[in-house]
């Protein structure tokens, strides 16, 4: 047994596969790099480093093939080698121990790297002056929420994720007395007043806002700081004799809820981008926005905001600002911008390795000063010896 | 050589160093540049003198910190200012422009190739041609503007400036600036009495007065962005104003401000060609605002000074002497030149520290806060580097190498700084100095220990090649010192990149995000551990090691350079489309030097001739 896992891991934790994979990761890294110049650099992440392949179409056909390996491919073979050469080669000296230390150090942080990227979780909190919120928006995602108006304290909401309804079928669901069929679906659109002038001429419905809007699609933003405006046209249909309730305009561009009864209930219905909902709130006391004195240049952002969460006792006031996140129960608020002087926009990560760089930074430093601190020394002590001869 | 000869070197040196710091005098019958040259101003976000301003304005129209006048005259950046603010007819006839592009040349309809510096007056008439083509420039990105759309919008940007900076104090035309406003205060407060005392409105003569008046300072106050009126004592930085702003909310002659009044004053006196009372005006003036204003005179004063003594320049020249001096000492009298260089090498250092130091003073921040200033640090730290180098190793190689890193890397400074004012502010991501001090000093040491490994292979290659130097022992030498400093890039880039991503996760929420800027240091630290595992490996050797720390150059300044070439990224700061070409070449510089490496050992004149010894030594004759 313990000669098969010796065979095995002889070639994985040889120095060669490393001195390989780092000259891989090299070429990836430049052209990855160089690739972003043509196309959008969320595009040239996903096709060069969080790919297994890099893939090469031949003249735009469906015909794909793997040409490179990509920046997943790299990184689990440099993991398996590092972990490989240690279990391999690992032995307590002093003249050893700077090198394990730095190994080691990598190790968390590529498995870290890893981590992050599967698990991590970023959105954002947009907050006009003394809003409050308990809840942050996804980028992309979005949802369409129907509420039932009840005159009770909680309104009941139902959900439907909006990669239902870009799969333009029919929804039902045990709570509506109607289903949701969805006419018209757009990852990005222009919405504008019908009859306006180069404006559209139909309305994109017949109910609701929609009955004097008209709709146009758009190619969709790839930029990081641009939101699309997702909408999408549904028709509702009374799970009572099927009948057609009318269609309804619904996009992340039209804020309010647009009411509608069906058989005596109220109920309310809009597109929102997916919300991820906390135990505590965060309310914006006020946004600010320095500039150097006589100039344009930004000095600084920042918001003050106020946190409060009942169950654990928290009413306090907090500055965010540049460099400057507040990290709470598992999910940090950065700075991120602003849409007009009274509000703020917060980015909002949930990130469960983001202390893995920060061990590994720690732990690598002290490996690397370690290893060459002791060859300094000793190459000091070899010169003065030669000299003294 | 005389033991004490390198010392009588470096007291020379020392000698012609410190004449630069002693203060230019004045003539008696001059106008007090000098002391006008300290003045402070509020622009671009700080407090500055108007030497600053100056010599700013002269590097970006005409890429120099002086005038050369027809007369083959030289003029100081401070008198050219006091000319243009005061008497701006006579500042239109100087030669303030450089142009040099032919085709701009041409369309002016000027004789091509011999014209490089006009005057304003020459180009007003072409104004309005310049303005069109320049803007249509504009509207192009800057990536993909033909060299003669970059110059004419470089030269309409320098038009532009140059009539902006015209406006600082008053308007043009203006004669008598002191009575004017005096004129203007009075006639204010008898309307405000009037208007208060009897309910009666202003009568019309006044009325059009004061609206005109006005109106031509609201003019100049939106159209300059300097601010020339210091607050009262005690004000702040964000109290200072300019003079038009001053002037709309002045509301009695008693309130005129000192910096508005002497200002008036200067502009009068230089008018009427009265150097007395100029020179008066500017040193009381100058006395005044050291007593209401101490907190901000130290700097101002310092900055002058800093401006003068040019210490950047001057490291230059002594770089370039230490590094001739110490290839010297290989060929002659090695001992003495070889310490006499080392003497001058650390005084170069001592020069090139202080005005590293200088700069981190007036800024309040630490060194590396832009392109340019990351450009001086480099020069720094492969000079500390290489001072150790040659402490350990008494061959000249740290010294020549610490010259020539330290040379190119001011040289590149000095290119990178004519844009303008290199103590800029910091915008509000950059606004940390925690970060600054640490991740950005980190990762520039970074490179210098990878330029200065790649010159010494340069080193290795060239005597290895070209000469009979480079002995058994020489090589073992430089490979020794060579592989410590990878070993400290790598360190040291490692570290740096560390910390950037742990800066980006304080700041954009992300420890990594494929940014371009990040992918270049990732480029350096990988390059770094794969020269260190291809080693320990036992796949390259002497000349392997060398072969791939000359690439490391090519990385190095893909990753400090090229990338910010690229314009994409969040790290966009300096866009330099003019050095790309020099950027490219370096790169085919150092993959034709890593190739030179591959050439067998029979072109290699050291090792050739290394050979025939031992083959001479055993009783061998060379074959004819």
């Known amino acids: 047994m313990k000669t098969i896992l010796r065979r095995l891991l002889v070639p994985l934790a040889s120095l060669r596969l490393t001195v390989v994979c780092l000259a891989t990761a090299l070429v990836l890294v430049l052209a990855g790099t160089l690739a972003q110049v043509n196309i959008n650099p969320v595009e040239a992440q996903q096709q060069y480093f969080q790919s297994w392949f890099i893939w090469w179409s031949a003249g735009g056909g469906g015909f794909k093939m793997p040409v490179f390996p990509g920046g997943h491919f790299v990184g689990a073979v440099l993991l398996l080698n590092l972990i490989a050469a240690h279990i391999q080669r690992f032995s307590w000296s002093w003249s050893k121990a700077g090198i394990q230390l730095t190994h080691l150090g990598l190790i968390v942080m590529l498995a870290g790297g890893l981590a992050t990227d599967l698990f991590s979780v970023s959105s954002h909190m947009y907050l006009r002056q003394g809003e409050t919120k308990n809840y942050s928006d996804d980028d992309i995602r979005t949802e369409l929420a129907v509420t039932e108006q009840t005159s009770g304290a909680t309104n009941r909401v139902i959900a439907i994720p909006g990669e239902v309804l870009s799969a333009c079928g029919s929804t039902s669901h045990e709570a509506l007395p109607f289903k949701v069929v969805v006419k018209g679906f757009y990852p990005n659109a222009d919405l504008q007043m019908v009859g306006q002038e180069n404006g559209p001429s139909v309305p994109a419905a017949s109910n609701g806002a929609g009955a004097q809007i008209g709709i146009k699609a758009l190619p969709t933003f790839s930029e990081m700081n641009k939101r699309n ?67 344009d240049i930004a000095k600084g952002f920042s918001s003050i905001i106020t946190l409060a969460d009942a169950k654990h006792n928290e009413n306090r006031q907090v500055k965010i600002h540049m460099n400057h996140p507040l990290r709470y129960l598992g999910d940090t608020y950065y700075q991120s911008g602003y849409q007009s002087d009274n509000s703020t926009i917060l980015q909002v990560v949930r990130n469960p390795s983001y202390q893995a760089p920060y061990i590994s930074c720690v732990i690598v430093s002290l490996g690397l000063l370690m290893q060459f601190t002791y060859h300094l020394v000793g190459f000091a002590r070899r010169a003065n010896a030669a000299k003294a001869l | ?441 980190v990762i520039t040491l970074g490179y210098s220990a990878m330029l200065l490994a790649g010159v010494l292979a340069i080193v290795y290659v060239i005597l290895g090649m070209a000469t009979t130097k480079l002995t058994r022992e020489l090589a073992h030498v430089l490979t020794s010192m060579v592989y410590g400093v990878v070993c400290f890039a790598t360190l040291f880039s490692f570290v740096g990149t560390v910390l950037g991503g742990i800066w980006a996760d304080q700041s954009w929420g992300r420890f990594w995000g494929w940014d371009p800027k990040e992918n270049g240091a990732l480029l350096i630290v990988l390059w770094c551990a794969l020269i260190l595992h291809a080693r320990w490996g036992g796949m390259i050797r002497q000349r392997g090691l060398m072969a791939m720390t000359i690439c490391g150059n090519a990385i190095t300044a893909f990753s400090w350079f090229g990338v910010n070439m690229l314009g994409i990224g969040l790290h966009t700061y300096g866009f330099m489309s003019k050095a790309f070409p020099w950027l490219m070449a370096f790169i085919i510089l150092q993959a034709v030097l890593a190739l030179l490496t591959r050439l067998p050992a029979s072109r290699w004149l050291s090792f050739r001739n290394a050979e025939r010894r031992v083959l001479t030594a055993a009783g061998f004759r060379p074959l004819a």
């Open chain 2, 1 to 441: 050589m005389n033991r004490s000869i390198p010392y009588l070197i470096l007291l020379v040196a020392v000698i012609w160093l410190g004449s630069l710091w002693l203060p230019k005098k004045t003539k008696a019958n001059d106008f007090d540049v000098s002391t006008f040259s300290r003045l402070p101003v509020l622009t671009g976000g700080r407090i500055k003198p108007l030497d600053t301003v100056a010599r700013n304005s002269l590097l970006i129209m005409g890429r120099k910190q002086s005038l050369k006048l027809a007369s083959g005259e030289s003029m100081s950046a401070s008198r050219w200012l006091a000319e243009l603010w005061f008497n701006p007819l006579v500042a239109d006839t100087y030669p303030t422009f450089y142009v040099a592009n032919q085709e701009v040349l041409g369309m002016f309809g000027w004789p091509q190739a011999d014209k490089r510096y006009c005057t304003f007056a020459e180009l007003q008439p072409k104004l309005q041609k310049i303005d069109e083509e320049g803007s249509a420039a504009a509207d192009k990105n800057a990536k993909s503007r033909s060299p003669f759309e970059v110059a004419i919008f470089d030269l309409r940007s320098s038009l532009l400036l140059y009539q902006q900076l015209k406006l600082s104090i008053h308007l043009d035309g203006t004669e008598n600036f002191s009575k004017e406003i005096e004129t203007y205060a009075t006639t204010l407060t008898a309307a405000a009495t009037k208007l208060s005392q009897s309910q009666t409105p202003p009568d019309k003569d006044q009325t059009a007065f004061l609206r005109s008046a006005a109106a031509r300072y609201e003019q100049q106050a939106n159209a300059t962005n300097i601010l020339a009126v210091a607050p009262p004592a005690g004000g702040k930085e964000a109290d200072w104003r300019s003079t038009g702003a001053t002037l709309m909310r002045l509301n009695s002659a008693e309130a005129i401000p000192a910096s508005l009044a002497a200002f008036a004053d200067l502009s009068d006196a230089f008018r009427a060609q009265d150097t007395a009372t100029f020179s008066r005006v500017a040193k009381e003036y100058s006395g005044w605002f050291s007593i209401a204003h101490p907190e901000w005179t130290g700097k101002t004063h310092f900055e002058q000074l800093f401006n003068q003594v040019e210490p950047f320049t001057q490291g230059m020249v002594l770089y370039i002497g230490a590094f001739l001096l110490a290839c010297s000492s290989w060929l002659v009298c090695p001992r003495g030149l070889r310490k006499t260089a080392l003497l001058l090498l650390v005084l170069a250092f001592a020069v090139h520290s202080f005005g590293m130091f200088s700069r981190m003073y007036l800024q309040s921040r630490p060194p590396v806060t832009n392109l340019y200033s990351s450009a001086i640090v480099v020069g720094w730290g492969a000079t500390i580097i290489a001072m150790v180098l040659e402490y350990l190793f008494r061959y000249g190689i740290g010294t020549a190498g610490a010259g020539v890193v330290g040379f190119v890397t001011l040289l590149i400074a000095h290119n990178l700084g004519s844009n303008g004012d290199t103590l800029e502010m910091q915008v509000a991501v950059l606004d940390s100095n925690l970060w600054l001090a640490t991740h950005v000093v």
């Open chain 1, 229 to 295: 405006k997702t909408s999408a046209v549904v028709e509702l249909i009374s799970n009572k004799g099927g009948k057609s309730l009318g269609t309804w305009l619904v996009s992340v561009e039209i804020d309010q809820g647009q009411d509608f009864e069906v058989d005596g209930r109220h109920w309310s219905m809009a597109l929102r981008f997916a919300r991820y909902y906390k135990d505590y709130s965060l309310s914006l006391i006020s946004f600010t926005h320095e500039t150097y004195p006589g100039t």
